[in-house]
């Protein structure tokens, strides 16, 4: 029985720490790689950071000193072959030493090898320069010469997503907390009919309202401004925050508010003393959720900021990134990292929240 | 309380009434158009002064977010100082106006202006014309860009994809969401390992992209691989078997992009059925126990029907999400090789050919493909009364 019970245990945190790895796998190679050598990336896999054994040159030879000749079987410390063979490598019987031709026929070296167990260890923190600098950055390369390049400037990206991200964060909330409020605890005509309205629109995929809205937009000179894609970010957002903080808003201690109208305070009064700081809980998780989605959006500030490179946000530059510079990849690995590092500091620090909204049923239009 | 105020209106005059209205449409209207053109004139102020673009951005802030509570501070004061009357009628119209206004235009109205451009040509209607006008104009088309979607090609390839995504996408993340819920669950290990794996939900699509990319990255044969899928497929089968090759295998490598989303979508789902697994009573699974049920029956007979209704939201949430699905396969392929799906086309329609005509089109086969999840959610929240 008790045998029993720890198999059981064995199982299920062993298939869990399966799935674990295979779910961490792909970020943490990206975050690896976005610290290693430009020419490292390239050339070796970013496990090459773990213990691995490797072969390492012991000796060399010159062939022409050994009376090797390249166009027959040749023999060498302990083995035989073809140049074709040997500058594939051939492993000596004990399997303990390895012989590889470097180089052409004419001009070729014979290098003894030994296996060992190494890591390849350069980190540099050169990737991240070039992708956040506006500026030329210099690199020096692994065999010492230096370069100069441009810099992806980066770090405006991250600014104009802050600029985005934020008033497209707190103004739908406020909005939305507003109407939350009048839904749950005034009464009005239309109350019903307008809230199944708020209810349908959850769903609706916001591909619907892009060509209208970019032709208003067209029309009033908004297109490719931060302004048209906070409105459109509220726009989009407010369905789903009304009815989330509606939720929590109408399930508030009906005594406590009753007591405050009773003692003649306005609504006004009663929704920004009582109300707003009652429902801190269900603002930050509807906060957090909105955030990211601006964040990581990439569709609205396709449409509506346009082309201007100097207003693009980090996912349309790093898409610019992946789209111009497909195999520069420590440029990319840099860049991905970079879009997704504020993201990762919400995540962890309010991960609470952040379920918690999740778990208010969060389905987005 | 608030009852009487609902007595006293059906006891209004008619006029009352009327003006009522008016100063109820007016404030829903007027507050966001002020906040709008406000915030406006800020930014036109803003886009055009040579501040350093962090200032901007934090003085846009302030304006934006300042400029909205402003109004409402200030129309919430004009109404407060109404006859009481008046208050109690206007006062809630302050408050849920912008929000009905800004859904009005954003989503509302567009449904009925897409299916009206859809009707016409690439150019949508002649400027200018009425109504009427329009109707009789040769841009008007009926129902042809619908008719062109379902027979050219062009959308049956996206339909087909997006059915992919659908049946394997969202299948498959339900399935590792209830999984990885289940097992953690029993671990002690719980709380760490469902982090790591809810950790992609804060990464972008786009970032998912650029970490795939490396994932299914192909290097010739006899150099070594740096993207993982190879580096153990190489070993294993002596071929490169990815992204390269497998991008003209037709319809499965979009298995590639949707194993993305795989990766992005379980942690949502684990969320909620771990959340839904705790809510299972201990006694309902402790007497299946004594009753000599095995773990697999327990899970199939007890738990699945137990949180039934959380599968079903999640799988509905995730299959809406699918339907939409846009960045992943934007950037990895651009539709190409036979992954577009349904929002590429939409997109590439409307904005890449510029023809509005089957670009609304599109987005309306999109709109009818969500709406019985909509009469769905309706239904629910009629049966709820929570009104």
């Keep these: 029985m008790k045998q029993q019970k720890w198999t059981g245990v064995l199982l299920v945190n062993g298939a869990l720490l399966l799935l674990v790895i295979v779910w961490s796998i792909p970020t943490l190679g990206l975050f690896i790689s976005s610290f290693r050598e430009r020419t490292d990336i390239q050339s070796s896999g970013w496990w090459n950071i773990f213990p691995h054994r490797q072969w390492e040159m012991v000796s060399t030879y010159d062939p022409k000193q050994l009376g090797l000749d390249p166009n027959s079987v040749m023999s060498v410390e302990g083995v035989q072959g073809t140049f074709e063979q040997l500058r594939e490598g051939i492993q000596s019987p004990d399997g303990k030493t390895r012989v590889t031709w470097i180089g052409n026929k004419r001009l070729g070296k014979v290098e003894v090898q030994k296996q060992v167990w190494t890591v390849t260890w350069d980190f540099t923190l050169d990737n991240y320069n070039e992708v956040i600098s506006a500026r030329n950055v210099t690199i020096t390369k692994a065999d010492g010469s230096v370069e100069t390049i441009p810099g992806q400037n980066m770090q405006q990206a991250f600014l104009n997503s802050l600029g985005v991200a934020i008033p497209s964060t707190i103004i739908p909330i406020m909005i939305a907390a507003f109407a939350a409020y009048a839904f749950a605890w005034m009464n009005f005509p239309g109350r019903r009919i307008l809230f199944i309205m708020i209810v349908g629109l959850l769903v609706v995929p916001l591909q619907i309202a892009l060509v209208p809205i970019l032709r208003d937009y067209s029309r009033l000179g908004l297109n490719g401004t931060f302004l048209a894609v906070w409105l459109a970010h509220t726009g989009f957002g407010l369905a789903l925050a009304t009815y989330l903080l509606f939720n929590y808003i109408s399930t508030l201690p009906r005594e406590t508010l009753e007591s405050a109208f009773i003692d003649g305070a306005s609504p006004f009064v009663v929704f920004t003393r009582l109300v707003l700081p009652l429902s801190v809980p269900a603002l930050a998780s509807f906060a957090i959720f909105q955030f990211l989605w601006v964040w990581n959006d990439y569709l609205v500030a396709l449409v509506f900021l346009g082309v201007d490179p100097s207003y693009k946000v980090v996912t349309q530059r790093l898409a610019d990134l992946t789209g111009t510079f497909g195999n520069d990849w420590q440029l990319l690995t840099a860049g991905a990292f970079l879009t997704m590092l504020l993201p990762l500091l919400v995540f962890f620090s309010l991960q609470r929240f952040f379920v918690r909204g999740l778990l208010a049923g969060s389905v987005k239009g | ?387």
């Design chain 2, 1 to 387: 309380m608030t009852q009487l105020v609902a007595v006293e209106e059906r006891q209004l005059s008619v006029v009352a009434r009327f003006v009522a209205w008016i100063g109820r449409m007016f404030l829903a209207v007027i507050i966001p158009l002020i906040a709008f053109m406000v915030i406006y004139t800020g930014f036109i102020f803003l886009r055009d002064s040579a501040a350093p673009r962090w200032l901007m951005a934090l003085v846009a802030i302030v304006w934006g977010v300042g400029g909205v509570t402003l109004l409402y501070w200030v129309f919430n004061g004009i109404v407060e100082r109404l006859p009481g009357q008046w208050t109690q009628r206007l006062q809630p119209f302050v408050f849920v106006g912008p929000a009905i206004a800004i859904l009005f235009w954003y989503l509302a109205f567009p449904v009925a202006r897409t299916f009206w451009l859809s009707l016409f040509g690439r150019d949508g209607p002649p400027q200018g014309a009425s109504l009427i006008g329009a109707l009789q104009s040769n841009a008007f088309v009926g129902f042809n860009n619908y008719v062109s979607l379902f027979t050219e090609r062009l959308l049956q390839e996206a339909i087909r994809n997006n059915l992919m995504w659908i049946v394997f996408g969202s299948t498959l993340s339900v399935v590792m969401g209830l999984l990885v819920a289940v097992l953690s669950d029993r671990s002690r290990f719980e709380r760490v390992s469902k982090s790591l794996i809810f950790l992609p939900m804060a990464i972008s699509f786009v970032g998912a992209s650029v970490i795939w990319n490396f994932i299914y990255e192909v290097r010739p044969i006899e150099s070594p691989q740096i993207g993982v899928l190879n580096a153990i497929m190489v070993p294993l089968f002596g071929t490169t078997h990815a992204w390269d090759k497998w991008i003209q295998i037709v319809p499965w490598n979009n298995l590639f992009l949707i194993l993305i989303v795989i990766w992005l979508q379980t942690g949502y789902s684990m969320v909620l059925f771990s959340a839904a697994l705790k809510g299972i009573p201990e006694e309902i699974l402790e007497a299946a126990r004594v009753d000599g049920a095995n773990e697999i029956q327990s899970f199939f007979r007890i738990m699945i029907p137990y949180i039934l209704g959380t599968i079903i939201t999640v799988w509905t949430t995730i299959i809406i999400f699918t339907l939409k699905i846009f960045d992943v396969v934007w950037v990895m392929t651009g539709g190409q090789f036979g992954t577009h799906v349904i929002a590429t086309q939409f997109y590439r329609q409307s904005f890449t050919a510029r023809n509005s005509g089957v670009g609304s089109a599109i987005a309306i086969v999109l709109l009818i493909a969500v709406i019985p999840v909509m009469v769905y959610n309706l239904r629910q929240f009629r049966r709820q009364e929570a009104f």
